[in-house]
């Protein structure tokens, strides 16, 4: 029968992975382009669209971690440039990871675990987050999941091109983000808890010597880049909390309910597909909870943690839960008859239906334009509404501020006032100022001049520890008046101008 048997017939396997693929496709292209992107998105638009070289002289001063998801994207956004086409990858990434979640479920138990499995990390707001962000996560989460299927196709049958097909997953993933080589913590421990012979673990740590070795050039530039993460603080017992609750269903009964399931798969593990295969406890709780722990603890004294890297471990959540249910149904008081077939699987189905149905609204909420603290679209629409060509326009601050040139059609034409020379020039992400004594030359040619504050820029009391910005408000405080003032979400541009006019004899620029 469809779904029942264990292992499943190869119908019924391949209906629990190409269900779930499906369903996280469709969920992770409803409405994909919200008309808006935030400033880690914009990043990608900026970096990825440069040649080739500009990009590798980039990748030498800052976000050398994302280097490969940017070399991606520099032949994904050609093909058809806009949100659309930023965020398919990470569409693409989310559909193979519930495939791979489910096929992870179909081999270590069963197909109607698999299943389960599948369409729970398909309909789950946090993996559907990251498929819709245009950004390296939800591609990593796919590497993370077909390095541990993979692992369990070693411990089964070790063989050096299986290793060797592990040894290049992991290091892609890790490529991809360097935090994915915590992988190789929650492997070991599964091989571990397996009780693996020695041939085993020589095989993998032949290969995890091999990854490890071939991340080292990675390592190397990152870490002379690591003031890129100094906005990191100390994570503490909320951000812990923050994480299980959105990894197992925020509040309420949900919430209760996935963790009492895990709670019952830990307790009552299901039986192994087969001798000397990989449990399935064995592998998924491992590969939840190790490499968040690893990034905490090592967080505590440099702070690393974002719940966006433990984002390839939430693999191992859905695994549980499903485990979980099938231990559960497995105890029931009811003909042995009813235990398998069809109906089973189909009820657990309608149960993940209903899991989505109770978080719709948050998975609606996901999708609109205010989802991410950014609404960079909103300043797009606010600067093409306003400026045109030839006018002068300054950033307040500039970094991050100049990431307008993701939607370029916005300023087009338009001086930037403060720029020595463009980011693509110098190998920068937002580009690098005139010196101070230049810029207060170029403003004295101005009789009016548009400022686009950054949001925390614009409240008042602002300050700032960078020399460059304060001379920017020195001049506009001391020398200009403002006459008109439009606030968005992400930004407000002010319209200055000069109080009494332009200075004589200055030179334009």
Request: glycine share 0%.
């Given at each position: 029968m469809l779904l029942n048997s264990q292992p499943g017939p190869a119908r019924a396997r391949a209906l629990a992975v190409a269900v779930p693929g499906a369903t996280?496709?469709?969920l992770a292209l409803w409405h994909l382009d919200r008309g808006t992107m935030w400033r880690d998105e914009a990043a990608t638009v900026m970096v990825a669209?440069?040649?080739?070289?500009?990009?590798?002289?980039v990748l030498g001063s800052i976000d050398a971690v994302h280097g490969l998801y940017y070399l991606l994207m520099h032949f994904v956004l050609p093909l058809h440039p806009g949100e659309f086409m930023l965020r398919l990858p990470s569409v693409v990434g989310a559909s193979v990871t519930a495939c791979l979640v489910a096929a992870l479920g179909s081999r270590l138990a069963r197909p109607r675990v698999g299943l389960w499995a599948g369409l729970l990390y398909a309909v789950a707001p946090f993996a559907q987050y990251y498929a819709q962000e245009g950004r390296s996560y939800a591609l990593v989460a796919a590497g993370a999941a077909g390095?541990?299927?993979?692992?369990?196709r070693c411990v089964e049958r070790p063989a050096a091109r299986r290793w060797a097909a592990y040894a290049a997953a992991v290091t892609v993933t890790a490529w991809l983000h360097e935090f994915a080589v915590l992988l190789l913590a929650a492997h070991a421990v599964t091989l571990a808890a397996t009780r693996v012979p020695w041939r085993t673990w020589r095989g993998w740590g032949c290969a995890a010597g091999c990854s490890a070795l071939a991340l080292l050039p990675l390592v190397a530039l990152t870490r002379g880049q690591s003031r890129q993460v100094a906005w990191i603080r100390r994570p503490g017992w909320a951000d812990a909390e923050t994480l299980l609750r959105a990894a197992t269903g925020r509040h309420g009964p949900l919430y209760v309910i996935t963790l009492a399931l895990i709670a019952v798969a830990v307790s009552r593990p299901v039986a192994r597909r087969a001798r000397g295969a990989c449990g399935l406890v064995a592998v998924a709780l491992p590969l939840a909870l190790v490499p968040p722990l690893?990034?905490?603890?090592?967080?505590?004294?440099?702070?690393?943690?974002?719940?966006?890297?433990a984002l390839f471990a939430f693999a191992g959540v859905p695994l549980l839960v499903a485990a979980g249910a099938e231990a559960v149904l497995a105890r029931l008081p009811r003909p042995a008859a009813l235990k398998s077939g069809t109906a089973p699987a189909l009820a657990g189905a309608g149960l993940v239906a209903v899991a989505f149905l109770a978080q719709?609204?948050?998975?609606?909420?996901q999708r609109s334009a205010n989802a991410r603290r950014d609404d960079l679209g909103a300043v797009a629409r606010m600067l093409s509404d306003r400026l045109r060509p030839g006018d002068p326009l300054l950033y307040l601050p500039k970094t991050g501020r100049r990431y307008t040139e993701a939607y370029p059609s916005s300023v087009a034409g338009v001086r930037d006032v403060s720029l020595r020379t463009s980011g693509a020039a110098s190998g920068t992400l937002y580009g690098i100022d005139v010196p101070r004594g230049e810029l207060a030359a170029r403003m004295d040619c101005l009789p009016r001049v548009w400022v686009l504050f950054d949001a925390e820029a614009g409240y008042p009391g602002w300050r700032t520890r960078s020399w460059g910005e304060r001379a920017k408000l020195d001049i506009l405080q001391r020398e200009f008046t403002p006459l008109r003032d439009v606030r968005r979400k992400s930004g407000r541009l002010v319209l200055y101008a000069r109080v009494g006019g332009p200075v004589a004899g200055c030179s334009p620029r």
């Open positions: 996280a496709l469709a669209s440069r040649s080739l070289p500009q990009l590798w002289h390095a541990t299927l993979l692992l369990t690893v990034l905490f603890a090592v967080s505590q004294w440099h702070p690393l943690y974002a719940s966006r890297y719709l609204p948050l998975q609606e909420q």
